[in-house]
């Protein structure tokens, strides 16, 4: 399977090269093995800080030889031309704590919005050797065991419920309460998968992702993952989630309508 | 690197063995996708169920063809001959949420014990084709990266120290205190990954793993692993951990020394 033969979108192609341009910089930094107590080495030789800004500056170099009209927002070198029609939004190592915990559960993320909408969208675990991708209107995996369509499962009822969310110790307060609403109203809510929580909403493996405090580079994306799975992602007040803030993720627009009330309620 | 290199142990080449007997019935049911709300074939048809019980077979006909003398005893189908000298002990789906939310973090646990006693232990991963071997002298790893020994770091600080724990939703009245008084005193605490994070406190990514309600099956392969690997496993009480119940395990005995004052303080 081509991502030409999956998308419309004229940019999908070029997925591919950023997830590789990075997988060279994130996988023979992820689990380097390196005491703890030797800090004056780690001072200066954080590998998961030089993966970030690595792959980061990979990214970018490919995109400006490529595209030098489009914008770019990066999670480590900020923002030049976000006035653009297109603007790539990346996050070169989404869940640093897995990533420095030996977790397969990290990902690089590369969005593109036109006009401010996210409209194609990656993300890459290359230990694994997986790519999840989407444009809005379709989403599609490769990896170990071959290629396949994205879509997310049926299921309207939070009681039967996979939810997934970083970790309930970044809600705080009333967000706090409001997530407790739904964490008590579904079956199983794990915690701890960062963007592949994302990924399983629009495989189909989980139901629900809840998170808080998200910046645009942690979000955009995976919009077009999900929506192109069948899912729909927004913000708690149910508008676009593309500035980040207080996400919610649903393979079901049914399930998303309840988790919403509960949250708001 | 062969296991037959590694290890004094006569039994360690049985664990690849027993690994691929596991994967064939384990991987081909990981990510099966199924509509929740087909609950009619949910009842016939649980992939979790049929890849445990069908590992757990496999596993036991392997054992009892080659080691007819030797005790099993299994998460699945319980125990037989377990007054032998030697028992193995088998979890065939370690991590079952991980499993049925698409996560690559669950893994297939067989352990051997001699007199009540840890000596052996496999924690395999398929969907990553990984494998984490120890036999409480040594431990050793392959995996997509290559082959390598493995060693836990060295870390006597809880204050720079990751902590491991399924889900802090598992302790309850004084367990609950006792775990928070390590959490709070730890600078990263993380959820979610079941036997993994044992093998990576083995490999020197994390430092801690604290835990409760085991059952033998769930810890028993681990011990031979993180001891192997230059750490400790032991109870709440510094006994032996092979009975299960409330599990500490660390990297560093200075740290293991220092989390378990602060659990019974």
Redesign the interface.
Known sequence: MRISDMSDNPHADFLVELAAAAARETLPRF?Q?????DKQLRGVFDPVTIADRSAEEAMRALINARYPEHGILGEEFGAERTDAEHVWVLDPVDGT??F??????WGTLAGLTRNGRAVLGLMAQP???ELFCGDGARAWYTG??GARVL?T?????LS???L?TT?PALFKGAEAEAYGRVERAVR??????DC?AYC?VA?????LVIETGLAPYDIVALIPIIEGAGGIVTNWEGEPAEAGGRVIAAGDRRLHAAALALLNS
């Open positions: 689990r093995t390196l005491d703890i107590e704590r897995a420095i915990s030996g977790l397969p559960v230990f694994t050797g170990p065991g879509k499962r049926a299921n309207g009822d039967s419920a996979t997934m970790t199983m809510p794990r915690y701890g998968a592949y399983m495989s189909g493996h989980i139901d």
